[in-house]
C-alpha cells in the first residue's frame, strides 16, 4: 500500500472525492469516442478514471512530481494517457494539437491567472469545464451592475459563453475547503462578440478601469484617456467601471486605437 497523499497548501490541493460531482463534471463535457481531452490537476486521478475511457486521448498536467509518480503506477498500460510534470501556468496546451476540452478542479489560489492563461489557447479549444470557488464563477458570470462584476466577468465574456452548472458543497473534497465550490461550463467564442480594435490596448483599458473600481472612469483611467474622448464614446465620465457592458469598452477600446494610428498622405 502506498504511503497516503497528504495534501498541499503550497498547491491549493483539495481533492474531490464524491462520484456524484466526479460523474457530473465528466458528463458536462459530452464526450465522444473522438474526443481529446486534457485534464488539469489530476490529483490522485478520481476524475481521470471517469475520462479515460469515454475519449480517444486524454492529457494530464500535474505540478506535484509525487502524484504523477502515483498516476503512473495507477494507470500503467493505458496508451491513450499522457501524463504531463509541468505547471498548467506555462504549459503550451496548443502544443496539444487542436479541437481539445478541458476540464479540470482548478486550484484555488492560482485560478483566476489559470483562466486568463488558458483563454491565449482558445483557438484550439472546444469547450472549458471547470471547479472553482463558487465566488470566482460568480463573477465570471457577473452582469454590469453587479458588485461581483469586474475585470474577470469583462475579460471571461469576451472570451466566452459563461454556464454556471452546479455548487459543490466543501464536504464533496478531502480536505474540505472553507468555501463553496462550483462547477462552470465555457465556450470559446470563434468569433469576438465585439470589436476591440487592438487586444493588448482593450486588456490594459480593462485592468486599469477596475484597478480604480470606486473611482469614476474620468480619474481611474486619468493619464490614458481623457473626459472628452469618453463623452465621445456615448460614456458618462463620472459612471464607474463596473456600470460598462463589454460592448463600451469595446467602443473606448477602439477610439484609443484609432486616435494613434499613424496619419497617412
Not at 479515460?52 to 494507470?75: G, K, M, Q, Y
Not at 469586474?150 to 454556471?164: A, F, I, N
Not at 458543497?169 to 470559446?188: Q, Y
Amino acid at each position: 500500500m502506498p504511503t497516503p497523499h497528504k495534501a498541499r497548501k503550497r498547491f491549493g490541493q483539495n481533492f474531490l472525492h464524491d462520484a456524484r460531482v466526479l460523474h457530473r463534471i465528466a458528463a458536462a463535457l459530452d464526450l465522444s469516442p473522438q474526443d481529446h481531452v486534457v485534464e488539469i490537476g489530476p490529483g490522485k486521478g478520481a476524475l481521470t478514471r471517469f475520462l479515460l475511457p469515454a475519449c480517444r486521448r486524454l492529457d494530464v498536467v500535474e505540478i506535484d512530481r509525487d502524484l504523477v509518480a502515483r498516476l503512473e503506477d495507477r494507470f500503467a498500460g493505458h496508451d491513450r494517457l499522457h501524463i504531463h510534470s509541468q505547471d498548467a501556468l506555462r504549459f503550451d496546451f496548443a502544443a496539444l494539437g487542436c479541437g481539445l476540452k478541458i476540464v479540470g478542479n482548478l486550484p484555488y489560489n492560482i485560478s483566476t491567472p489559470l483562466l486568463f492563461h488558458l483563454f491565449g489557447f482558445k483557438d484550439v479549444t472546444d469547450v472549458m469545464v471547470f471547479m472553482l470557488q463558487k465566488e470566482v464563477v460568480e463573477r465570471m458570470a457577473a452582469a454590469p451592475g453587479d458588485k461581483r462584476y469586474g475585470r474577470l466577468s469583462v475579460m471571461t465574456q469576451y472570451h466566452c459563453q459563461v454556464e454556471k452548472l452546479f455548487t459543490v458543497k466543501p464536504e464533496a473534497f478531502r480536505p474540505r475547503p472553507k468555501v463553496m465550490s462550483a462547477v462552470v461550463r465555457l465556450h470559446p467564442h470563434r468569433t469576438p462578440p465585439v470589436d476591440v480594435g487592438d487586444y493588448r490596448t482593450f486588456e490594459t483599458l480593462v485592468a486599469r478601469a477596475f484597478g480604480r473600481r470606486r473611482k469614476t472612469l474620468r480619474n481611474s483611467l486619468r493619464g490614458m484617456v481623457d473626459e472628452e474622448t469618453i463623452r465621445a464614446c456615448a460614456i458618462d465620465p463620472a459612471a464607474r467601471a463596473e456600470t460598462l457592458p463589454l460592448d463600451a469598452f469595446a467602443r473606448l477600446s477602439r477610439t484609443l486605437c484609432d486616435s494613434v494610428q499613424p496619419a497617412t498622405a
